[in-house]
């Protein structure tokens, strides 16, 4: 295993940055969308050179390179954000009750990412605070279970299952949630005025 992704099974490190990308984006999401597209696209093009990286070789340079690249693309482009966030959410929902139907699951992605194009707004409060509220109960996973986040890379619909892998997690996941789209319509509220 190459020194440069050892972050990678760093279950502390991991986990930290979880919970602080996930409460920003919870509580924030809306307000903070451009930086948070460019956040996601960051993830994806790590996400990219790690796929990369299976058949080239590990190396730190090549996760940051695509990182960055799809960081500034998705700053630039930030409604390609918008629509990668819907189709995930999409995707996890649907693959996550039917597990065996990847077509509807794809087909249902991709129409979610166009439904929050058009009810950009509400949508994407919606969605930020779930997914700011998954992160953060995935990295509670992470630390409790041991897990790795290799494990959610291999299979992103499981991120989902975490949620709802017992009564208080999903209690957690909910409750963060709701307190997230409450202060996302507080602070646009605040900024309409």
């Keep these: 295993m190459d020194l440069w992704v050892d972050w990678i099974y760093n279950q502390p490190l991991v986990a930290t940055l979880l919970i602080l990308a996930g409460f920003t984006v919870c509580l924030t999401g809306y307000k903070i969308f451009r930086l948070y597209s460019a956040g996601i696209g ?4 790590v996400i990219v050179g790690y796929y990369i990286s299976i058949y080239v070789g590990n190396s730190l340079m090549l996760f940051l390179i695509s990182g960055i690249a799809f960081a500034i ?3 630039l ?16 929902f649907l693959a996550y009750l039917l597990p065996e139907k990847l077509l509807f699951v794809y087909v249902f992605a991709v129409l979610c990412g166009i439904l929050v194009l058009f009810i950009e707004r509400f949508l994407f409060i919606v969605i930020t605070a779930f997914l700011g509220a998954t992160s953060v109960v995935v990295a509670i996973y992470i630390l409790i279970a041991g897990a790795t986040i290799e494990e959610f890379l291999s299979n992103p619909a499981s991120l989902v299952d975490v949620a709802f892998s017992s009564a208080l997690m999903f209690l957690l996941w909910f409750t963060l949630g709701i307190l997230g789209i409450v202060s996302q319509i507080v602070l646009t509220r605040e900024e309409e005025e």
């Design 42 to 45: 960051f993830i994806i093009g």
């Design 73 to 75: 693309a998705f700053w």
């Design 77 to 92: 482009v930030y409604r390609l954000g918008l629509f990668l966030t819907g189709a995930v959410v999409g995707y996890m």
